[in-house]
């Protein structure tokens, strides 16, 4: 119902794990329940365990876990940087490069993976994918 996140954890060319933001498996998904962020008025990089779903981030370090693949030293790929909460995940799991497409309000993240040695790469998006993404947002 919100941002639509995907992530791809890679090493050595080789695609090691993938999640995408979502409820649990087997629970009700927000467009089913209702999005709990919505109803309760918090706003974007705040609270964020106050949320049904898990973000691209953990699912594939989950899915990864679950099994037993090793992404120490892996490079994970993600459309938005990570936040403070996958930050942290993503440094305990041994992740020593994230590449994002689009920036997140998140300062604190952004410091604690320098501070680990986790290399923050932005993409930079092509002219005209740029107008096309742009021409997609509804105006307020």
Request: glycine letters at 8%.
């Amino acid at each position: 119902m919100r941002r639509h996140i995907g992530a791809v954890i890679v090493r050595d060319k080789r695609i090691l794990a993938t999640g995408y933001n979502g409820a649990p498996k087997g629970l009700a998904h927000c467009d089913e329940v209702g999005c709990l962020r919505e109803q309760r008025a918090i706003s974007s990089g705040a609270s964020h365990e106050l949320c049904r779903g898990l973000h691209a981030e953990q699912n594939a370090i989950l899915q990864a876990a679950l099994y037993g693949v090793q992404i120490e030293g892996a490079t994970v790929y993600t459309t938005h940087q990570p936040c403070v909460l996958c930050a942290k995940m993503l440094i305990n799991a041994g992740v020593k490069r994230a590449v994002y497409r689009d920036s997140y309000p998140d300062e604190l993240a952004q410091e604690m993976m320098a501070e680990a040695g986790v290399r923050m790469e932005q993409l930079e998006r092509p002219a005209a994918v740029e107008a096309a993404a742009s021409a997609d947002v509804e105006a307020p």
